[in-house]
């Protein structure tokens, strides 16, 4: 997902907002959120998601009111929320750090005794830890944050519903990896970072790291 | 009571017939009594490799169907007194075996109250055939060649197998050229494990021997002297549960350089 389109759809603490940056078509809009469904339909199916709407430019309500009136077509939506957003945070709470506290206790963890093969798939609407590998060909998609004690060399999809979500891995290599809808492809140039690695989402890009030396604090 | 392997791999071609044969061969010199049943029904081609071809009057659809007694179906071998063959049909089509899925597994229990070794050709993982012939196995031995799409594929059926709960799966790494390891230009046995991370059984070289081998109806496995043919021995006493040592890459190399000084003296 690029960084110069005018409204996305981000992971917010177990609900997903709409974050409009400019105005935009309600057709442009409506099809976004389309095809989001549809290639996340595994991960929603058989939940309803809190759907929120923040504007960062001026929009009339009139707009707003058809907006709604559209997106409730979607199954997926359970409710909308507008009034009572906090419009100072850009959508996402930025991690500063990752020494700042993740909390995992906000959505259920599934722990995964075996590793991911080739063609095998996971989707869970909170945490995943892996005590395993992921191997290539595989796919997770989480809601919250993604923890491979082991190899990730698959593809991952985390924080789906919270974009302050980690991706950690002993072994660091996906084919593909996204957080909270930001995408980050796999590149050459991350190579040389492999052991330890940490990926969270921060300034509009994914960020990188080695884990070494981090305070990792779960829950209160 | 005598063990059922299942043969597979994720892609075809691989060498999984090849495999089956020679263990088999390799396990009945060790002295094992073991049927070889070819279950890649369609593309029989274990007979022809054993050269018992024009010795096979019924295959394994006849005794599903209940044309023959099984007894009638099975064939001896020529050179290796304690192998024998089940022929897989060459008219049907592979569809038939998914509906006499229940008689299939009868036929193998028999076939395990009599053999000590019962290993299943079967077709590759993702097509039909390949879950009538792991449903009845108690072990499976997976045969790739060090190539990132066949790799893959193997990992798939890896999955499928561990899902049908066939917890003991070996790895049979075929075709492998330890040149091109060398240089950089094949994955070598620590990237494929790393990825499958199941239990080596064997690595058997590249080896045009094996080719000529088949032409003749000949298993290389009797061969003292060719690389697939060593290879072949030790991965059959290693299923056994012999600790069997593997040749490291150095003694091959050595073994290359020996051969390149030779070539320079000649
Ligand atoms: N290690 C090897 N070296 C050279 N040729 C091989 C080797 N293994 C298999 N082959 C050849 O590759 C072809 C396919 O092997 P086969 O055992 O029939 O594969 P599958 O049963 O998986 O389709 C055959 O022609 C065989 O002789
Ligand atoms: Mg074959």
Same mark, same amino acid.
């Given at each position: 997902m690029d960084k110069n389109r005018r409204f996305r759809l981000v992971g917010s603490k177990g609900a997903l907002r709409l974050v409009i940056e400019q105005r935009s078509s309600l057709s442009d809009i409506i099809n976004y959120v389309k095809i989001f469904f549809e290639s996340n339909k595994r991960f929603f199916e058989g939940t309803k998601v809190v759907f929120e709407i923040q504007p960062l430019c001026d929009l009339e309500t009139s707009f707003i009111e058809q907006l709604k009136l559209k997106l409730a077509k979607f199954e997926e939506i359970e409710s909308f929320k507008f009034e009572d957003l906090d419009l100072t945070d850009k959508g996402v709470k930025n991690v500063e750090s990752i020494d700042d506290k993740i909390c995992f206790d906000k959505m259920p963890t599934k722990y995964i005794y075996k590793s991911l093969r080739s063609g095998q798939k996971v989707d869970f609407k909170g945490n995943v830890i892996i005590l395993g590998d992921v191997n290539p060909g595989s796919k997770i998609s989480a809601g919250g944050s993604v923890i491979v004690l082991g190899s990730l060399k698959g593809v991952v999809q985390a924080g789906i519903l919270d974009a302050s979500s980690i991706v950690f891995a002993l072994d660091f290599d996906p084919v593909q990896l996204q957080i909270g809808g930001f995408f980050e492809l796999s590149t050459d140039d991350s190579k040389d970072l492999n052991d330890n690695v940490v990926a969270y989402y921060k300034d509009n890009k994914i960020n990188i790291e080695s884990w070494k030396g981090r305070k990792f604090l779960i829950g209160e | 009571m005598g063990k059922c392997i299942v043969v597979t791999s $994720?892609? $075809? %071609?691989? %060498?999984k017939t090849t495999t089956s044969a020679n263990l088999g061969g390799g396990l009945a010199s060790l002295g094992k009594s073991v049927l070889l049943a070819d279950v890649d029904i369609g593309l029989r081609n274990l007979d022809i490799i054993l050269g018992l071809e024009k010795r096979i009057v019924y295959d394994v659809m006849d005794v599903m169907e209940g044309r023959c007694k099984i007894q009638q179906a099975i064939v001896k071998d020529k050179r290796i007194s304690s192998l024998y063959l089940l022929a897989a049909s060459q008219i049907h089509d592979k569809s038939d075996l998914a509906e006499l899925i229940d008689r299939f597994g009868e036929i193998i229990k028999g076939l395990k109250n009599q053999f000590d070794y019962v290993i299943l050709d079967s077709p590759? %993982?993702?097509?039909? $055939?390949f879950m009538a012939a792991s449903n009845f196995a108690d072990e499976a031995i997976v045969v790739t060649t060090p190539e990132v799409t066949a790799v893959r594929d193997a990992d798939r059926v890896i999955g499928l197998l561990e899902a049908k709960g066939i917890k003991d799966h070996y790895l049979v790494l075929n075709r492998y050229r330890y040149a091109m390891v060398k240089s950089g230009n094949m994955l070598d046995v620590e990237d494929v494990l790393h990825i499958l991370g199941i239990q080596l059984l064997g690595i058997v070289p590249e080896d045009p021997e094996i080719i000529t081998f088949a032409n003749k109806g000949e298993l290389i496995v009797t061969s003292d002297i060719t690389n697939a043919g060593k290879a072949f021995q030790r991965i059959s006493r290693r299923l056994m549960g012999e600790k069997v040592d593997f040749p490291s890459f150095e003694e091959e190399k050595g073994l290359l350089k020996k051969i390149k000084d030779f070539l320079r003296l000649g």
């Open positions: - | $994720g892609k $075809g %071609g691989v %060498g590759a %993982g993702i097509e039909q $055939g």
